[in-house]
């Protein structure tokens, strides 16, 4: 029997489980034992756990991140709960120059276990400070692990793995996938780092897409099946450290790379993996390449510029095409009905 | 004793902001609004007692919770009602939303969804007044939960540093979302807090109008003469509606309606609606009204921002 | 005549005659009015303008960041300087969620002109927290403008345009560019943003360098002549907005393309402009493309291990020796005298 | 009374602390020690005090001024000096520096280079020391300096909240780099600050080693007992030599040495030494010297780190 979940669900499991299973495994955050417990996904915790080990805080992100930093050092595992991303702007000191650095530069002495789970906001007026995809600043220092879990299994493996992790992993998560719903199994398991996963096979073109972009680019692939190209679909899930050969392996067969970024592409995560497939294939084998993301902008929350700020299933269709017959060819696809609410649901 | 004129003008802006509010409330759940609103209902007394004591050339800076002081401020109500509405005639041509309302004209800075980042902007700009030899001043308008946030601590320091012409208001409705202010400070001593920087700090405990305008009067016209820098007024208030949305939310159990009655029973509307006569308070209800009716029918029939518009302002060329 | 001034001496004529010029522009930031006067760039500013334009501040990154703000909105041209870029995480939130977003999301009412100078430090154990070169955080930003010159004349003439400009600038600094010597006009110039400079033509390679790593590429090029490869090394001055029409033209005619970032190359600098290039010459012009930057890892303030986290003119050098002949050479050339020492001196 | 014993303890940690910076500062022009120095000659004291009222599994954070606390709470001065010069044996291999000592097993958890970064990471561990259930107390060391930023306000909030096992240990002396505290604060009013947030706080006037001792003991003890939350001791002090490095600074006219006198006067190595028996004195600064001397000699022989070190320890795995 599959046992479906929501992606809220599996977050709330994962963290259960964890808990359960090592004492030294704490979560704190603004509202964390609130009525909404985050979406959820902290649900019933504070009550299981007790308020020690489960705590709402004050509004004080940078100090809330030292602590938690501070806690490592002492040998738990703090799990840090943000709502939105845009928040960590206020903890970078600690989040760079310090969790990022505590191993190296202390010579291995020490090490920080500890999970800062982030949200992605998008729609309704989000706009400019609730919407930011900011995981390539944490790509970019060395010292973090970076993951943005796609679906309900990943989102529980991720967890459990970015728990157990003796580094400091971001955890980056979207308001829209926790409305995802697909296959958990209920035993503990960890989805590793350094590991993308090839969603859908295809020999014309390699969509790698990021966090809630995966979800458009799966939909993408449908409205290109119909104009018979066939595009091979990889999440790359953790971000840091990157799976790059996979990603590799799929542009040595089809010649045509798209990254779609849910952020901004210039320095961003697309950049990144259109490099670092270029300078594995070139004198090998001749690739064209494409990046979409959010538009060079802030984000706008009304609706009409907004639907243009981010990439969707049709534009990235529309991307393809033109990657892959050559020119601007101005294909857009019509709207399919069904594919509004698709939902990738496994098995794995 | 205040005279019946400025009874009115109190009573017009804050029964103007209350049947905004409730308006916005009302037409949420078309979906025509796709903001997040965070309903001021309850605590317009702060925004109109201390902005009915300013000048239009002092400016406010305030957060996400911006609708009563925008208006209060002479904020314009069909910009800001296009904007809630993503128009390209709000405020911020459908680019802010509801979060980031402003009207410079008007002195109304700009607002932000990230708890406490324009308090330290309001210092800045008090710091340019006072190097422009301007005799404005600013207000800082911000809630309890940003009283948590070091920024804070920061900007006062400096504002004291500086003996800026600024005026902290803090809107305590002792919840940041739902969480009191006493799971977040181990005392509830924010005027104890601020006065330690140097800075002198009142509490006004009750929501009352006529006492916040009294105050902030007094402090206004010592820092235009030049006499003293910053001022904190904690001014107790409470939301009825819920953290964001238009809705009550007493069922969710963090807060009890018993805690709101004493607030609810001491509505500054309904006491300004008493202090003036039924003909004056009818007058102004029918103009309100209209204005209002006038203001919703623009924003929705006014066109959404065109294509274009998503890369201009992003920088200046 | 030539007039030579230092680096140190171009930012404080800069800084003087903008304020003699605009009554509107105020210095600030810790330490300006200290007696070493941020290695003497703000020397005898507070004497001359007295300490309401030129005022040291409290150790409070953020807050005096969201002050310089509110004093642009007032009208101000603030210019706030920070001696380590590492710092700047402490003000992340201002830059990227308010100073960045201003204008955009009060659709067009206000614009924030302020420059922020920060320094990028290297060597003698600056170590894990005081080198840290983080232009690509804002490079990736949408409403940020970053510029990082590299030598006298250049400081001069960005500073100048960076006060004038009406959006937020970061200006970044190096050390050891300080110590730069160089031609500088008396007059008031800007250098607007928007053109990369070719400093060196070469058939064989385009050589970009940022910042402290531009001087590393145009010694890189002396070791390179010797053995008759030609280096065109290019000076992007402005990060953001980027020229990379300019990289592009010479990338056309070289066909090999070399970026050397003083900063991470994972989402930094390097990446953003590879992808660019290649996204502008594929299907017009074959070409192979190279990254150096800082080591993955923390910065480590042993000369022994620092040596080797920053890319140098030889290790430059025989990399390049590679993307012209191919493969692994092992090449690496002796180290040469005169080159330690090379300064760029214009003129322009 | 203290006993002649304890006297002596507080001497030899006195004096080490003062004789290895000497040595430091004797060695640096030879540029073998390519690290930014920030000596705390003058300021020994504090560290010698507090660190004397506390158990090895007690723990300390500090900052970039870190020599003495370091060697204070037991740390390993070949280790120190080894780091110092940048050699693979050094505390932390090298990769550290002079601005981030660490010595984990003698409870130096780390410092850091930006200032006051380290004192919510204290607050954090002492949050997990009464999680489990621990009678080990944390101290966070840090400067006048770091009392400007947001991030100690947070972090004294907190920790008062949920009343940790912490001691707040500001070593005050006036000066952050060149500038005042006065410069930086309308009011030199650390305590009142401190106390405002519910943290009881005392200021200690006159770096009198005796007296920073007794009082941090008796705190110690409390927090042991799990009586009381944390405690805050704004620790006057003076450094003596320039902010960084090994010269002294007077003529750039900052601070005159007028102003050191009484500090300098004040000596606490000098007062120690008075305390207790010539040939006790004799005793441990031979042996002092001589572990100065073997410490010195070690780091100039050891290797520099591995080329492959320069990849290892950026994440575990
Ligand atoms: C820095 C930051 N942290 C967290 C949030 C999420 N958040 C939004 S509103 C809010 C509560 C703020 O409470 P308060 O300042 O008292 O204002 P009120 O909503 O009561 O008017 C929180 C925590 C945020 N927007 N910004
Ligand atoms: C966040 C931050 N801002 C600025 C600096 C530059 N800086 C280095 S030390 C220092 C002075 C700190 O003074 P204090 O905390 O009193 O410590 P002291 O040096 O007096 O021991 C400053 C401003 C820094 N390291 N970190
Ligand atoms: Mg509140
Ligand atoms: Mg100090």
């Not at chain 1, 050092?73 to 943000?82: D, E, F, M, S, V």
């Not at chain 1, 409305?179 to 090839?198: D, H, L, M, N, S």
């Not at chain 1, 073109?205 to 104009?227: K, N, P």
Request: with cysteine.
């Amino acid at each position: 029997m599959e046992r479906i979940l929501s992606y809220v669900d599996a977050i709330r499991e994962a963290t259960d489980q964890q808990m359960a299973e090592d004492p030294s495994v704490v979560v704190f955050g603004l509202d964390v034992d609130d009525p909404k417990a985050i979406q959820g996904t902290t649900r019933g915790l504070a009550e299981k756990y007790g308020p020690e080990r489960v705590f709402g805080t004050p509004l004080s992100e940078e100090a809330m991140t030292g602590a938690a930093i501070g806690m490592a050092l002492a040998g738990l595992r703090p799990i840090h709960i943000h709502i939105r991303m845009d928040f960590l702007m206020l903890a970078m000191n600690q989040l760079v120059n310090v969790a990022a650095k505590s191993r190296y530069m202390y010579g291995g002495q020490v090490h920080v276990p500890m999970v800062v789970r982030c949200m992605i906001g998008k729609s309704w007026g989000q706009g400019a400070q609730h919407s930011q995809g900011l995981h390539s600043f944490f790509m970019h220092v060395p010292g973090l692990k970076v993951v943005a879990p796609t679906n309900p299994y990943d989102a529980k493996g991720c967890l459990i793995q970015a728990i157990r992790d003796n580094d400091p992993v971001i955890y980056v998560e979207h308001r829209i996938l926790h409305f995802q719903k697909g296959i958990v199994p209920e035993e503990r398991y960890g989805i590793p780092p350094g590991r993308a996963r090839v969603l859908e096979e295809g020999r014309d073109v390699t969509l790698v897409g990021i966090s809630h972009m995966l979800t458009e680019c799966l939909r993408a692939r449908c409205y290109l099946e119909t104009i018979n190209v066939h595009a091979e679909v990889i999440d790359p899930i953790w971000l840091s450290p990157l799976d790059i050969e996979t990603i590799v392996k799929s542009v040595k067969k089809t010649g045509r790379l798209c990254v779609v970024d849910n952020g901004w592409t210039t320095c961003g995560a697309s950049a990144e993996i259109v490099t670092r497939v270029i300078e594995r294939l070139q004198g090998e084998r001749e690739v064209v390449v494409h990046r979409m993301g959010y538009a060079p902008a802030t984000c706008p929350p009304t609706p009409s510029l907004e639907d243009l700020y981010y990439p969707n299933a049709r534009t990235i269709a529309s991307a393809v095409y033109d990657l892959v017959k050559g020119g601007r060819n101005h294909w857009l696809p019509e709207e399919r009905e069904g594919l509004q609410e698709m939902e990738f649901r496994g098995p794995f | 004793m205040m005279s019946k004129a400025i009874y009115e003008r109190f009573y017009r802006s804050l029964y103007r902001i209350r049947r905004v509010e409730e308006e916005i409330a009302r037409i949420y759940p078309s979906d025509k609004i796709k903001s997040p609103v965070h309903l001021s209902i309850g605590q317009e007394a702060v925004s109109v007692g201390v902005c009915e004591a300013l000048r239009p050339d002092d400016v406010v800076f305030g957060t996400y919770r911006s609708h009563a002081y925008y208006l209060a401020k002479g904020g314009d109500l069909k910009k800001m009602l296009a904007e809630l509405y993503g128009k390209a005639t709000g405020c911020a041509k459908g680019k802010g939303g509801s979060m980031h309302l402003i009207d410079a004209a008007h002195g109304v800075m700009g607002a932000s969804a990230v708890v406490g980042t324009t308090i330290p902007n309001a210092v800045g700009y008090a710091y340019a007044l006072r190097l422009q030899r301007k005799d404005s001043v600013v207000v800082s308008f911000f809630g309890d939960g940003a009283t948590d946030e070091g920024v804070f601590y920061e900007s006062l320091n400096f504002a004291a540093l500086k003996q800026l012409p600024i005026i902290f208001i803090c809107e305590n409705n002792f919840y940041a979302i739902h969480t009191h202010l006493l799971s977040r400070h181990k005392d509830a001593n924010l005027c104890g807090r601020v006065r330690a920087y140097g800075i002198p700090a009142e509490q006004i405990d009750n929501n009352d109008i006529l006492k916040i305008n009294e105050r902030v009067k007094g402090v206004v016209d010592l820092l235009r003469a030049k006499q003293g820098g910053p001022f904190f007024f904690e001014c107790l208030t409470y939301r009825w509606k819920e953290h964001v949305g238009p809705n009550d939310d007493f069922h969710l159990g963090y807060r009890s309606y018993e805690e709101a009655r004493t607030w609810v029973e001491g509505d500054q509307v309904r006491r300004l609606a008493a202090l003036i006569a039924p003909q004056s308070r009818e007058r102004i209800e029918t103009q309100v009204e209209e204005e209002i009716r006038a203001a919703i029918v623009c924003a929705e029939d006014e066109p959404f921002p065109e294509a274009q518009e998503l890369l201009t302002d992003v920088t200046g060329d």
